[in-house]
Structures are given as structure tokens and as C-alpha cells.
T-cell receptor, first 119, second 114 residues
Framework: GAVVSQHPSWVICKSGTSVKIECRSLDFQATTMFWYRQFPKQSLMLMATSNEGSKATYEQGVEKDKFLINHASLTLSTLTVTSAHPEDSSFYIC???????????????FGSGTRLTVV | AQSVAQPEDQVNVAEGNPLTVKCTYSVSGNPYLFWYVQYPNRGLQFLLKYITGDNLVKGSYGFEAEFNKSQTSFHLKKPSALVSDSALYFCAVRDGAGANNLFFGTGTRLTVIP
């Protein structure tokens, strides 16, 4: 089945530093990747949608200069949290799809998530 | 605009009893509906989806869901709950006529009591 690998699974960083999270599709080409943020006991909030080779589309209220997304290849997307602050501490999850949801595929495959703690 | 409602934050059920986790949706086009399960500090695991076809969808781990267009519902069900089913369940929808991102409900925490 489709597999998405997300690394690291957890990271602790100092306030003011930057952190990069990787999301890789291991056995399919991910035309589109999504980045979500999940606060404790809350749902997943879409941060941005990225298509390979083009700029990411950010949801309203998400700072594009703070959350840098790069989707340079069909198997890799990265989220960089720049100048991290304690309020950026959260669980970040990526998702990938080869294209529009359709028959014969599970539609969207999720990474295992990254727990970011900024101290 | 698309939306998903999971009216119950918490569902408790005894082991061996049937379980239902409720979900209703709103989209402007044809709905693509999904159920995912999340264990602590983990990503989402796919359970099942409805795109088209039979209204009763069977998925992983014995779960099933019924698409009801008139009630705009997609409730998740299982005939006999296991303690290992205890987790956080998310219903999600994509508007078939819109962007290809998923919109999630707020989640329902299922606790199966031994």
C-alpha cells in the first residue's frame, strides 16, 4: 500500500531557531502534498497545499514566511518552521496524494506526524 | 463551503457491543467521504472511503460506514467493538467539485470498556 514517511517524529528546539520536517512518499509519486497542524485534543487544521514544482497555497491565517514549504520533487515535501517560538509547539502531519481522489487508491496517505516542542 | 460535523466528542461502548460514530457533512458538489483513526502521537490511518457506488462501504479492521445522501450522513459502525478500537476517529470530506484537500471533523474519542 501507499506509504508516507515523515521525519523527525519528534523534535525539541530552542526559541528562535528553525526546524525542518520532511515528508516523503515511498512508493508513489505525490502530485500534491498537504501540511496539517493539530493542537491537543483538536482536529487537523490545513496549513497549506503544495504541488510539485510550484509555490504552496497557504490557508488564511497561516504565515507563509514563517512556515516555509518546499515541494521540489514528486516524492519529497519539506516544512520549515522559521524562528520558532513556544506557540509554534504542536503536532504537524503531512499527507500526500497522487492526484484527485479516485477509484483504486486510498486517496490520501498520512505521515506519522512530528511533535514539535519549542523551549 | 464544505464542513463536517461529528456531534459526539466521546463515545463509550462495552467490548463486544456494536459501536457507531456519527458524522454529517455539507458540500456543494458530490462528496468524497473518509474515515481515519488516530492513535496517540501518531498520524492518521485510513479506514475506509466513499467516492461512488454502493452506499455501504466496508473498510479495515471490520469497520463499515453507510453513505446516506438524504441525511448527508456517513456514520462509522462496527458490529462488535474491541478494546483495541479505542482511539480518536476523524471523519473527513472532500468536495468533488472543489479543491482536492480534505476537511476534517473535530474528532470523536472512542473508548471501548473491557
Amino acid at each position: 500500500g501507499a506509504v508516507v514517511s515523515q521525519h523527525p517524529s519528534w523534535v525539541i528546539c530552542k526559541s528562535g531557531t528553525s526546524v525542518k520536517i520532511e515528508c516523503r512518499s515511498l512508493d508513489f509519486q505525490a502530485t500534491t502534498m498537504f501540511w496539517y497542524r493539530q493542537f491537543p485534543k483538536q482536529s487537523l487544521m490545513l496549513m497549506a497545499t503544495s504541488n510539485e514544482g510550484s509555490k504552496a497555497t497557504y490557508e488564511q491565517g497561516v504565515e507563509k514566511d514563517k512556515f516555509l514549504i518546499n515541494h521540489a520533487s514528486l516524492t519529497l515535501s519539506t516544512l520549515t518552521v522559521t524562528s520558532a517560538h513556544p506557540e509554534d509547539s504542536s503536532f504537524y502531519i503531512c499527507s500526500a496524494t497522487p492526484g484527485p481522489a479516485g477509484e483504486g487508491f486510498y486517496g490520501y496517505t498520512f505521515g506519522s506526524g512530528t511533535r514539535l516542542t519549542v523551549v | 463551503a464544505q464542513s463536517v460535523a461529528q456531534p459526539e466528542d466521546q463515545v463509550n461502548v462495552a467490548e463486544g457491543n456494536p459501536l457507531t460514530v456519527k458524522c454529517t457533512y455539507s458540500v456543494s458538489g458530490n462528496p468524497y467521504l473518509f474515515w481515519y483513526v488516530q492513535y496517540p502521537n501518531r498520524g492518521l490511518q485510513f479506514l475506509l472511503k466513499y467516492i461512488t457506488g454502493d452506499n455501504l462501504v466496508k473498510g479495515s479492521y471490520g469497520f463499515e460506514a453507510e453513505f446516506n445522501k438524504s441525511q448527508t450522513s456517513f456514520h462509522l459502525k462496527k458490529p462488535s467493538a474491541l478494546v483495541s478500537d479505542s482511539a480518536l476517529y476523524f471523519c473527513a470530506v472532500r468536495d468533488g467539485a472543489g479543491a482536492n484537500n480534505l476537511f476534517f471533523g473535530t474528532g470523536t474519542r472512542l473508548t471501548v470498556i473491557p
